[in-house]
């Protein structure tokens, strides 16, 4: 899917604070999840499934990321 990334509206976490390292979110038409690194705005966007992006979330605020399993 191609993605013309100036009709999206990126946002960071605000956990992110004023740091410059950051990933970028924004969801996109027709339910796709874009994800880009803050640091390279025009470059490439990696693009997610609403569904993928819902599972992802789950798994980070559930704690099936964080190492402990």
Do not use: H, I
């Amino acid at each position: 899917m191609t993605v013309d990334s100036t009709e999206c509206r990126w946002f960071k976490s605000s956990y992110s604070g004023t740091g410059s390292q950051c990933v970028e979110v924004a969801f996109v038409a027709a339910g796709w999840v874009g994800v880009r690194d803050s640091k390279n705005p025009t470059g490439p966007a990696l693009m997610f499934s609403s569904g993928e992006w819902d599972a992802f979330t789950a798994g980070v605020f559930g704690g099936a990321l964080d190492g402990s399993e």
